[in-house]
């Protein structure tokens, strides 16, 4: 293949013409490049070209796919079924975990639902948790996590972010136990809220409702009418939902009308109660007025001053005879 | 099919087949390890045949590689044409090397292609490549010899020019 030398490839010197074409060619690659990093409609050639170019992707990728097929299809036997085994393990681990996160945010649902109500009553409680149940034959009571030693006092009104839970029946030094509202032995003076009507819930057998037995004939009673707490007897403050009537129907003896209600709270389902602190007023007579005398300048001599003592001591004993018999329920 | 239109076709399949190692995926180890393809099959037929490569013809390789890759249009077009440009000036030297003198010969443009490459980046504002890009000429020269004389052979025995 002895070539002979002409003029198109000289040994030593480059030609002109040569040169220039390069010249040429240089400047338009550059000016190619400025348009297309000035982003100007250089693109559009770029996008009618991608018809072009994307089957030589596909060509040029054919290679790597096939050495992937490969390596799937001499995958040793072991070697999946470990994995298999890891990613199995793996499942198992993530589906725990996500069930303890569902529990977790149903949790965090019913906290702030429970703050709520603090925040809206704007009430002085305590939270408190859950810790047995007591379901045994016709006793309907919960153990609480908090005892004597967290303040917690006999008598006090549990509830939850529904309604009224109960009512601490039992203090122990670090738990307490609480009588539920549907407790057979537990009543709570209620009114209806539509027609103002006041009467007493008690608790039922079956532990799921209450029972409003005594209602006159002619009392204005309907189903779906929601109870609160009257306030009256002392232990529970006004105001609270205690829950809606069920049914309604003449008693057996044909002398009284007999409701069923549903409780408002969840009495079956709340881990987390509040215990409320701001107890109601104590009932009985109302404290007596401080006596208005004349003027202790007007006193005649001693006398008067060494009886002053005697009646504030007197006025101040009266409220706590009647703070220490607060109505109880039933 | 003639003679003459199958080393045609042969000569375009090797610039496609070419284009097509340029764009071939790879693990990302060897990435920096990929030569120019392109170059060296322009190189190759510009060394041994004397008027198909021309300026005009490593232009639109490069504009196809450029298309192909996604790049800035022109980029591979101008480093092609001054890659060319250069061994036709040398072409009747570089032609008659001794096969490891002609390997240094390409490491040259190899990396002088590199620096123009550079250059270009520079100039659009893209900083300093890693140590590990230079790399590539040094495996493009490395495979050069096994690529001529693989070339060299396949076009002996197909009889074609």
């Given at each position: 293949m002895a070539r002979t030398r002409d003029e198109s490839s000289p040994l030593f010197a480059g030609n002109a013409a040569g040169t220039l074409r390069l010249i040429v060619y240089l400047a338009l690659a550059m000016v190619l490049m400025v348009l297309d990093q000035r982003n100007g409609w250089l693109w559009r050639v770029r996008y009618s070209a991608a018809a072009v170019v994307e089957p030589a992707y596909r060509l040029a990728g054919l290679p790597a796919a096939g050495v992937r097929t490969l390596s799937v299809a001499f995958a040793d036997r072991q070697r999946l079924t470990e994995q298999n085994q890891r990613l199995r393990e793996n499942l198992l681990l993530a589906n725990t975990k996500l069930n303890r996160m569902a529990s977790v945010a149903e949790q965090n649902q019913r906290l702030k639902q429970l703050l709520d109500t603090q925040h809206s009553l704007d009430l002085h409680v305590q939270l408190a948790r859950v810790i047995g149940i007591d379901m045994g034959a016709y006793r309907y009571r919960i153990t609480l996590n908090l005892g004597a030693r967290d303040g917690v006092k006999l008598g006090q009104p549990v509830i939850d972010a529904h309604g009224v839970m109960g009512q601490v029946r039992e203090v122990l030094p670090t738990t307490s136990m609480v009588m539920l509202v549907t407790d057979p032995e537990h009543a709570i003076p209620v009114v209806i809220e539509r027609s103002g009507l006041r009467t007493v819930a008690y608790g039922s057998r079956s532990g799921d409702e209450l029972t409003l037995?005594?209602?006159?004939?002619?009392?204005d009673v309907r189903v779906g009418d929601r109870l609160l707490t009257s306030g009256l007897g002392g232990r529970f403050p006004p105001g609270f939902p205690v829950g809606d009537i069920l049914a309604v129907a003449p008693a057996a003896t044909g002398m009284f009308l007999v409701a069923q209600a549903r409780p408002a709270a969840d009495i079956d389902r709340s881990a987390d109660v509040l215990l409320l602190?701001?107890?109601?007023?104590?009932?009985?007579?109302?404290?007596?007025?401080t006596p208005v005398g004349p003027p202790r300048d007007l006193a005649p001599g001693k006398g008067a001053v060494a009886a002053d003592p005697l009646r504030a001591s007197r006025t101040a004993t009266k409220p706590m005879v009647a703070a220490a018999r607060p109505g109880t329920p039933r | 099919m003639s003679r003459h239109s199958l080393s045609r076709w042969w000569f375009i399949g090797t610039l496609a087949f070419a284009l097509m190692l340029m764009l071939l995926p790879l693990p990302d180890v060897l990435e920096p390890f990929k030569p120019y393809w392109p170059a060296l099959v322009l190189l190759y037929w510009s060394l041994e045949s004397d008027?198909?490569?021309t300026l005009g013809l490593a232009f639109a390789v490069g504009l196809t590689a450029d298309l192909l890759n996604g790049?800035?249009?022109?980029e591979q077009a101008l480093r092609l044409c001054a890659l060319v440009f250069i061994a036709l000036r040398f072409r009747a030297r570089l032609r008659f090397f001794p096969i490891w003198q002609q390997t240094l010969a390409v490491l040259a443009l190899l990396l002088n292609d590199r620096i123009l490459l550079l250059f270009v980046r520079i100039l659009a504002g893209s900083s300093l490549p890693p140590v590990?890009?230079?790399?590539s000429p040094f495996v493009g020269a490395a495979l050069w010899p096994f690529l001529f004389l693989l070339l060299d052979d396949l076009r002996a025995r197909l009889r074609i020019q």
């Open positions: 037995p005594n209602l006159p004939l002619a009392a602190h701001d107890q109601a007023e104590p009932d009985g007579p109302p404290s007596p007025a | 008027d198909r490569v790049l800035v249009l022109g590990n890009w230079w790399i």
